[in-house]
């Protein structure tokens, strides 16, 4: 009995061990499964995580898109409830207004260029709508700028289109911003071009002198051709002479005006001095800023002329003479100027057919600002001596124009320096400037600099040049200059020290700027050490 209860015990264990063996055998299997499917699942999870993310991001645009065209077509439709008044003075109002006096700072060639912006504006809002293009064409403000490109005598088509253009702007503008551009192409002119494009000009300024009570701004640039075949530089001064005739007539609304062209001329200007010069801006109340590049169009005869009680920027450049009376007679006719720039080539005293005198010449001179260049060394303001000038702050000139006369003048007005151009090789350059004790800011630029006697004259222990200097400009190579290059560092130091003295009447450096790379590094290191690198840089 219990050999049969053994017998049977026995074959139930093997029968579970072998049931034990074949569910290991499974679960192996399972497991191996279930790797595989966590595997699947966790890759899966990534992937509904990015589709999900990915639906909420083109969920909010198509919600951003909606809103947009919602906004859209809502602004579309307060437009046109707007007048069409309204609508003209938003037109107006973000058109680049056309300005000369920015030209000045630009590069020659940049005024070879019309105003891309404001023509291109023009262009685009009739683009909009037929009803934009209606209101585009009845606003007369926005048609304004004339711009008379020098390419256009080569191409019928385009002379008529151009004429089509001006017909349009002379019926509807109320003041014009003219703006001439007279060059010639880079493949030079032909003597069989010369009848076209004389023809061109001479029709273009037949009409303009019909217009200049209209004008606003005047902008007028040439170039003169080097080739040397058929003196076609004959062609543009005649757009020259031309210009010129424009301001013998009356310009009561003229406000700025710019007339720059290259200097290559083969004949004096007007036949001056045989024949005087004509009566220039008989009529200007208006006129605040002229610069006059090459075209000497002077104010002369003070006595015969109204005046330009508005002018208050006067920039002349010329490669050639400019006689010291035809300037004092612009000066004595402009009561408001305050900033003159003279660049000329000789500041001539004049002959026996010029006046060599300067009659009546005013008490004071209101400028500002002046910037004096004659390349030959002379100075407008030598004299008269009794001719004051209270007001300048400013004045730029370069080693050579120089003037004891002029800077006793204006020692205790002008707070700012600056010194152009030119070689300094010993301390009588520097020391006529030694007499502008109360400028704050200099700049100085020279080629050859003795930083010795600059030095000496800046630590001078009684009466040391500059005392209430503190804004130092440098634009001159420093490297070499001593065994060291270290002179700016020892005068800021120098300047630091005694200006931390009791009583002392020297102002500390705080602020210098060097020429890029005329400074060793280290030195630029130390000096930053000393003022802070925000108040040392290069420019």
């Excluded at 004299?383 to 020692?411: C, M, Q, R, Y």
């Excluded at 070499?480 to 500390?508: F, T």
Aim: with cysteine; net charge negative.
């Amino acid at each position: 009995m219990a050999t049969s209860r053994l017998a049977a015990t026995r074959r139930f264990l093997s029968t579970d061990q072998s049931l034990i063996a074949r569910i290991e055998t499974e679960l192996s299997e399972v497991d191996k499964l279930h790797a595989t499917h966590a595997h699947a699942l966790k890759d899966a999870q990534a992937a509904f995580s990015l589709t999900e993310a990915r639906r909420t991001e083109l969920v909010a645009y198509m919600d951003a898109v909606r809103l947009s065209m919602s906004q859209r077509a809502a602004s579309s439709s307060a437009f046109e409830c707007i007048p069409d008044e309204i609508l003209a003075e938003i037109f107006t109002r973000i058109l680049p207004p056309f300005t000369v006096s920015r030209a000045v700072d630009l590069r020659p060639w940049d005024l070879m260029k019309p105003d891309a912006d404001r023509l291109r504006l023009l262009c685009d809002l009739p683009r909009v709508s037929k009803r934009w293009k209606a209101v585009v064409e009845r606003t007369r403000s926005l048609h304004t700028y004339l711009v008379v490109p020098s390419d256009l005598w080569s191409s019928r088509r385009r002379q008529k289109l151009f004429f089509t253009r001006l017909d349009f702007i002379l019926d509807r503008a109320p003041c014009i911003d003219l703006h001439v551009i007279a060059t010639h192409p880079r493949s030079g002119l032909q003597p069989n071009d010369y009848h076209d494009y004389d023809d061109f000009w001479h029709r273009v300024f037949r009409i303009l002198y019909s217009t200049t009570h209209r004008l606003r701004t005047l902008c007028v640039v040439g170039d003169v051709e080097k080739s040397e075949r058929a003196r076609p530089r004959d062609r543009v001064e005649q757009v020259r002479d031309m210009t010129a005739g424009l301001l013998r007539l009356p310009t009561p609304n003229l406000e700025a005006a710019l007339i720059s062209f290259e200097s290559d001329h083969p004949k004096p200007w007007g036949n001056f001095p045989e024949v005087p010069l004509p009566l220039y801006l008989p009529v200007a109340p208006k006129l605040h800023w002229l610069y006059l590049d090459n075209i000497p169009v002077m104010c002369t005869d003070p006595l015969r002329h109204p005046g330009l009680p508005s002018l208050e920027t006067l920039r002349i450049r010329n490669d050639d003479v400019v006689y010291v009376c035809h300037l004092w007679d612009m000066l004595s006719i402009s009561p408001s100027l305050h900033d003159l720039s003279i660049d000329v080539e000789h500041l001539d005293e004049g002959t026996n057919s010029i006046a060599s005198t300067i009659p009546n010449p005013p008490a004071s001179i209101p400028i500002r600002r002046l910037a004096l260049d004659d390349r030959q060394g002379g100075n407008v303001f030598e004299h008269p001596s009794h001719t004051s000038l209270p007001n300048l702050t400013d004045v730029a000139v370069p080693w050579v124009a120089s003037s004891d006369e002029l800077f006793n003048k204006i020692k205790d007005t002008v707070t700012y320096l600056e010194i152009t151009r030119g070689d300094l090789q010993d301390e009588t350059f520097l020391i006529p400037f030694a007499i502008l004790r109360n400028v704050h800011h200099v700049s100085i630029a020279a080629d050859l600099f003795d930083m010795d006697a600059f030095m000496d004259l800046m630590s001078r222990p009684h009466d040391p040049m500059w005392p209430r200097l503190r804004t130092l400009e440098f634009y001159v190579d420093d490297r070499w200059a001593d065994e060291h290059g270290d002179a700016l560092i020892r005068l800021v130091e120098a300047r630091q020290e005694r200006s931390a003295r009791k009583d002392s009447d020297v102002s500390p450096l705080e602020k210098v700027v060097v020429g890029k790379d005329y400074l060793a590094g280290w030195a630029l290191a130390v000096l930053r050490g000393i003022l802070g690198d925000a108040n040392v840089t290069e420019g």
